[in-house]
């Protein structure tokens, strides 16, 4: 599966809520009428042809190509303050058989699409034969493009504590007090940059990006939270859209967005783990010292018992005054269900962990805090996007239910985040996906993934109607299209891609 930073980890969508009710609900859009309302504000200027210059990346092609993109801070005043984005292409290696240009979406929020470029590069063009241009661009926040700050102290940039972790009794205390003081200094910190961190401005810059390119329309490839920008794209401009696919989708309900992602992990946790427990039994993990029971069924309650021995005596690990605690381990479970090629790391753990013999490692991404600035992306998107609700009793009652319920995930996805506690309430309100439009929308979904469950993969299928076909893979971890070596699946993507046939109805690729 595709290699995800810790960026794509707070949500996932990836992936980075609650299921009270919301305080305040702002009216869903639901056309591409108001695509640029800053239209009836003021005609922004034209958009300029990019400077394009080699910047070849360690792993990727020769002949990546990158520019800087110049686009408004605010669409409502498009000839106001600007800010640049990075841009990267390949250029086709087949000209003759060039048909238009595949515009590759990053997941997140907070992913780069200049290093997915760089990573996926080269497979897409084994795929594609020579078919496009492929290009991305590093949303606002995001690498080579303006970013933000928050100004937040290393501690709250951990990954367990940017996820909202419960006491291991349960409390909140301890969250609110974090969520509180984070929104605080990125409304002191993180200017009209930070306001401005929106799922519909990534759109717009995209149909910015498009006119730079000098393209009518666009084919996209987006994945995980790239997947909703894609459907917003496609619901806010439709007429600029070829073929478009959506890998890893989740549930597009406007009245919780990033809410209802996060919350959904709890589900997509329970889907995934019968695959680890179902490879950590294999009588072939004997070979390598890591298998954990004898039976599949013995391994979920083990990992959630040495979970409860480890909140209430963390154990040193080998990262000085680092211990491993109970909802460390809970995050390293979380983080190695996304691909099964972490699975052994996760089976070390959990044997160095029961082990008093042993000093269990922590790899870097449970360990060392994100940047400033990759924290204040993620966090600005969740919370600028949608109106989170502000009870801390409710968000209590909430986690201690979520906690009966998904054991596994013990009350974080439905936990107080600094959204809780955002000054500014959304520019604009959160776009409902319809059926209005093309009909040229293919998504695939593996079965079990841990991020952006099927059942939300469904709800998006369901928005758009008659505009998807959608192409469920048997199969576990969190993206599909050349990610898991799927052969039916990302065949299904390709010639949908190559030639614009999709299957007639939904389809099913078996593992």
């Known amino acids: 599966m595709p290699t995800y930073t810790r960026k794509g980890l707070l949500l996932a969508l990836s992936a980075v809520a609650v299921t009270t009710t ?13 695509a640029l309302p800053v239209a009836r504000a003021g005609t922004a200027a034209p958009v300029s042809a990019l400077a394009w210059h080699p910047c070849a990346q ?17 669409y409502r005043h498009p000839d106001g303050p600007q800010i640049d984005l990075a841009v990267s292409r390949l ?19 907070g992913s780069s699409g200049v290093q997915r470029l760089t990573q996926k590069g080269a497979a897409l063009r ?35 504590t940017l996820r909202s972790w419960p006491a291991p009794n349960g409390d909140i205390t301890e969250n609110v007090a974090r969520s509180r003081r984070t929104a605080e200094a990125c409304d002191r910190n993180g200017g009209a940059v930070l306001r401005s961190l929106t799922t519909v401005n990534e759109a717009r810059d995209i149909d910015r990006f498009r006119q730079a390119l000098g393209e009518q329309k666009l084919s996209a490839w987006g994945v995980s939270y790239g997947t909703y920008v894609a459907a917003v794209y496609a619901q806010k401009f439709p007429e600029h859209t070829a073929r478009w696919v959506l890998d890893s989708s989740g549930d597009p309900d406007p009245s919780r967005v990033e809410r209802g992602w996060l919350a959904n992990m709890a589900v997509g946790a329970e889907d995934r783990m019968p695959d680890f427990a179902a490879w950590a039994a294999d009588p072939a993990r ?20 040495l979970a ?9 690990s080998s990262t000085p005054d680092v211990r491993l605690t109970g909802n460390m381990l809970r995050q390293a479970l979380q983080n190695a269900l996304y691909d099964d090629s972490s699975f052994a790391r996760l089976a ?3 044997q160095a962990a029961q082990d008093p013999a042993r000093t269990p490692d922590l790899t870097p991404d449970l360990t060392q805090p994100l940047s400033d600035e990759d924290a204040a992306v993620m966090i600005g998107v969740i919370c600028n996007d949608v109106s989170w609700p502000g009870s801390v009793a409710s968000y209590q009652k909430t986690v201690a239910t979520d906690r009966a319920q998904h054991p596994l995930t013990a009350g974080m996805t439905a936990n107080i985040t600094p959204c809780a506690f955002w000054k500014d309430a959304p520019t ?7 059926d209005h439009g093309p009909s040229n929308v293919l998504m695939i979904q593996n079965l079990r993934d841990p991020a952006t469950p099927y059942t939300g993969a469904l709800k998006m299928r369901e928005a758009f109607g008659a505009r998807a076909r959608l192409v469920s893979v048997d199969h576990g971890g969190h993206g599909s299209y050349l990610g898991n070596g799927n052969a039916c699946g990302d065949r299904a993507v390709t010639d949908f891609f190559t030639t614009g046939v999709r299957p007639a109805g939904d389809a099913y690729c078996a593992d």
């Open 286 to 305: 004997d070979e390598d010292h890591l298998r954990l029971a004898q039976h599949a069924s013995e391994v979920r309650p083990l990992i959630l018992s």
């Open 126 to 160: 084994g795929q594609l034969a020579g078919a496009y241009d492929i290009v991305s661009l590093d949303p606002r926040g995001v690498g080579g493009s303006t970013k933000a700050s928050c100004g937040l102290d290393a501690g709250d940039r951990l990954l367990t």
């Open 308 to 316: 409860r021995t480890l909140d209430r005596e963390p154990k040193q």
């Open 348 to 350: 070390g753990l959990v």
């Open 91 to 109: 250029r086709s290696d087949h000209p003759a058989a060039r048909r238009g240009t595949l515009l590759v979406i990053p997941g997140g929020p």
């Open 428 to 434: 604009d309100a959160p776009t409902r996906i319809t």
């Open 58 to 74: 360690p792993g990727g092609t020769a002949d990546q190509e990158c520019a800087q993109l110049p686009v408004p801070l605010d």
């Open 22 to 34: 919301l305080t305040t609900t702002a009216t869903a859009t639901t056309g591409a009428a108001d």
